[in-house]
């Protein structure tokens, strides 16, 4: 007896975790719970507009019940988001059967994400791909449930935005004389690197103020947030270029050329002149008008402090605000921008040492490294600054970071180095290392690529399918993911889906 219901209990174990992971629905990311029907539902035309819908105040936000019976499809929801993953999730399931019209597998499925934050990353300085491929990227974003496009608009290497009353930004920021060869890897600004220069001017390339009101609202239609991006005190060369005076040394800027190499610049914001400072402001205050989104991002990373050290006027403001050395400078001006866009409403992000000094909590940390050591910096770990109170968007280079290899055979596209394959983005666990009282701090996670060995459109996809559709379920799910082995037949499926709409994705390897 003992034994026979111990064969039964593992029956309808088994029984119930087919059901759970629902590796029969192909869909990404798996639905949180969803018990197969018998049948399908059939309709010729659009099934979207099939759907019955009802309010349920109960549901999490961003969550839906999916019910698709013989005889109609509902979708529950307390929310427009909720109701448009639901949408999604329809479009997932369902298959055109041509003349017979489409058809949707009879399910239940109740669904909800485990985390807010669910985001890509675009650096568009390094390379720039235009709306139309942001645009597509918005689609696929929403079709795997992202939520938050993090819009890398400024960098030593261009400056993407047409901000009004400062023409010479896109002048001489959205354009470079010469980009580094491709094949090539340049970083210092040595003569050895500038031999591997290829010559070509690359720009001018920039948003408009239209372009940039036209994506966000497109992304908007998609229940995305677009979070821009404006880096400061370091990573501005392209800005110093169009204006010279904003630098600790103008003379250094003579050729009002962005950085021609990749790496970081050692010119940076003169931290100690006013005007410097009221530029930023003005850009700021524009953004905050532009991007309705609660979160503008203010960089914060890898700023060199070698200029500072010398410059009289930043000096003066080391005395004038009793900062100690220079070490104090970048928490001083971040702690002005978290208050300077908290009085527009805005939340501020920034990369994990931005955090470093006396930051007010309602800044959120983007934590990047997992190593609280490196490249003579002190860093925040995620983990560290969740215990201190802060929020976090977890996107750690080793699991995250898209430009890194992803360990295919013969793989003809470029990488800045690393290896990150598409099972180590699925085993990702944003929570990982986190004390459980600080949990609730962590708002999620993001997939992010840099664009310095990325050219083009296809060069990107490449890149972000499939590994995106891992960090999708990743942050859908969390811990709740079936496993890699049931996601990665359904990764199949949609790799074949985004192959047949044009969608350059890389081999499941
Ligand atoms: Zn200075």
Known sequence: MTKLYRKLAVMIEAA???ASASAALQIVPAPRKAVEGDGSFVCNGDVAAQVKFESDAAMPKEGYRLSVAKDGIKVAASDDAGRFYALETLKQLSSKEGKDGTKVPCVEIEDSPRYSWRGFHLDECRHFFGKETVKSVLDLMARYKLNRFHWHLTEDQGWRVDVPGYPELVK???VRSASVRHGERAYTGTKEDAAKLNGVKYGPYYYTEADLREIVAYAAARHIQVVPEIELPGHVYAALAAYPQFACRPENLAAR????VWG???DVLCLGNDEAIKFMENVLDWVCKVFPGDVVHIGGDECPQIRWQSCPKCQERIKKEGLGDHNGLQPWVTRHFVKFL?????RTLGWDEYLLGDIPKSAIGMSWRESRTGAGHELVSG?????RGHDVVMTPCSYCYLDYRQGIEEDPFLYIGGKVTLERCYSFDPCAGVPDEAKAHILGGQGNNWTEYTWNEYDLAWKVWPRMLALS??????EAKPGFADFKSRAAVQRDWLIRHGVNCAPLE
Do not use: M, N, Q, S
């Open 383 to 387: 983990a560290a600054a969740a215990t």
């Open 473 to 478: 379920e990743v942050f859908w799910l969390g």
């Open 342 to 346: 908290a009085d527009r409403g805005k």
């Open 257 to 260: 050329d962005p950085r021609l």
């Open 16 to 18: 119930l975790a087919a």
């Open 172 to 174: 001489y920021g959205a």
């Open 264 to 266: 970081i610049e050692k």
